[in-house]
């Protein structure tokens, strides 16, 4: 599997929704992410794809759509 | 010799125009003069913490002195070993002085410690968030001079809004462009304005007049139900309305005089009696804070605890985790009942908002969601928002327990 299928994987997986659709959707403004939801995560890309982000790396602006995401575990894979 | 509560008069407001005046023309001309910054930030930090205040002043230079030691000494340590226990070491010591502040009190009939000063708590979280993100090696550049430059920075040092080390730095490090400056200008004015309105007429209003006049009407109507009449409702909301508009007010002046500085300190409050629930209350209500609580407590908390496994479901661990921020955040505010009440009050009120929210989520068709409910959910929020405060206040306190 590619990173962006682990990450749409685990997207689906945290927040109970397919979010390949919606990928410029902001999933904080939508309810589907929050805090919790970021920290699990950041676990998961840990323990699946091995990439470790520190919490305060963690800027929400910069994680706030699947695109983002995507783009940021890419950068960091 | 003069002396300031930052922002607390008029004089302050003609001293702090005399003296942005030449910092800003040199922004427009893409200049930034360290040393001109330096010396009215010194200025300005005299008139607040000189004169009369000037055990206040000693404090805060040892207090800072102290705090650079142990950022500096760690960022040196950093680059050579990253062990935990030198971490948290470092961090209770870093929180040290303001632990003494906030206990002593307790613990000495009220007695304020003297090592004490306006806006020891505001520093704190700056330093300590400095120690934490260079601990997570984010912040791998650590400058003494930027850092004693984040933390004296003198338009925020009383109350915040609390900046991150890293944003401060970017500003600080760079001149804005004129147009983007000329924005920042035309924002930062009308933060300020806004705050007069907000401080001087509404705070006022709310504040020094209807409150007291509730206070003694609450306080001859004692002997019902647990003491409570209409007057203590009054005095709920006009107590509410007081506490958001001095503190907003203050954070608009914090924030102008930033901006007028070429400096975009995050705002602290965006439309707080809007939020549908207590989770968007707090992403609403003295920002800097609760996101300062949330980034830097619960996500590292919950990062923690998830990771060694210590609670079996996810729910769990985001439901103790609440409750230990919110507490946290209340003995924060001081060590009495009340305030460790308030903590409590909203900890509880963030898990059943969570469990709500899941529930709503569950049952999308049959959970009616249209205008009504919306207003409904503002109206329910804004109403446990003002009781809280009530508990806050410190009120009940007077209420049920003095003659």
């Known amino acids: 599997m590619d990173v962006k299928e682990t990450v749409l994987s685990i997207l689906s997986d945290l927040t109970g929704n397919d979010v390949s659709g919606a990928m410029d959707d902001n999933l904080f403004d939508s309810g589907l992410l929050d805090s919790m939801g970021s920290v699990q995560l950041l676990l998961q890309l840990q323990s699946q794809l091995g990439v470790n982000v520190p919490v305060s790396e963690f800027e929400r602006s910069e994680w706030d759509t699947p695109n983002k995401i995507v783009k940021k575990v890419e950068s960091l894979a | ?403």
């Open chain 2, 1 to 403: 010799m003069l002396s300031f509560e930052p922002y607390g008069n008029p004089t302050y407001f003609a001293l702090l125009g005399v003296a942005l005046l030449p910092l800003m023309i040199g922004l427009l001309y893409g200049k930034r003069s360290r040393l001109y910054e330096t010396l009215i930030s010194i200025f300005f930090l005299v008139l607040t913490f000189g004169g009369p205040k000037w055990t206040q002043g000693i404090a805060l230079i040892i207090y800072i002195l102290y705090e650079v030691m142990l950022t500096w000494g760690y960022a040196v340590y950093r680059k050579q070993k990253n062990s935990g226990p030198v971490f948290y070491l470092m961090v209770i010591l870093a929180i040290l002085p303001l632990t003494v502040v906030k206990v002593t009190p307790a613990v000495e009939n009220g007695q304020a410690s003297l090592i004490g000063f306006l806006g020891i708590s505001y520093l704190t979280f700056r330093a300590v968030q400095t120690m934490m993100e260079t601990r997570d090696g984010t912040l791998k550049d650590y400058q003494v001079m930027t850092f004693l430059q984040f933390m004296l920075f003198f338009p925020t040092i009383s109350s915040g809004p609390i900046d991150r080390y890293r944003r401060f730095e970017k500003d600080y490090r760079s001149v804005p462009d004129r147009a983007t400056y000329l924005g920042m200008v035309q924002k930062g004015v009308r933060y300020i304005f806004v705050g007069f309105m907000y401080k001087f007429l509404l705070a006022y209003y709310f504040g020094s007049i209807l409150m007291p006049k509730l206070q003694v009407m609450a306080m001859h109507s004692r002997g019902g139900f647990m003491d409570l009449s209409w007057p203590v409702l009054g005095y709920m909301y006009a107590y509410s309305a007081d506490l958001f508009f001095d503190f907003a007010g203050y954070s608009l002046f914090a924030v102008g005089t930033s901006y007028l500085m070429g400096i975009a300190t995050p705002m602290n409050f965006k439309q707080p009696w809007r939020s549908p629930n207590i989770k968007d209350f707090w992403n609403r209500w003295h920002i800097t804070l609760s996101f300062w609580f949330r980034d830097f407590i619960y996500m590292r908390l919950v990062f923690w605890f998830m990771k060694h496994r210590v609670f079996k479901s996810p729910r769990t661990t985001a439901n103790v985790t609440y409750i230990i921020n919110m507490l946290v955040m209340g003995f924060w505010h001081g060590v009495t009942w009340y305030y460790i009440t308030y903590g409590l009050f909203h900890g509880v009120a963030l898990v059943i908002n969570d469990a709500w929210l899941r529930y709503k989520k569950k049952h999308r068709q049959s959970v009616p969601h249209n205008r009504f409910t919306q207003l409904f959910a503002i109206f329910l929020t804004a109403n446990l928002v003002c009781f809280s405060f009530l508990i806050f206040s410190g009120f009940l306190n007077t209420l049920w327990f003095t003659k």
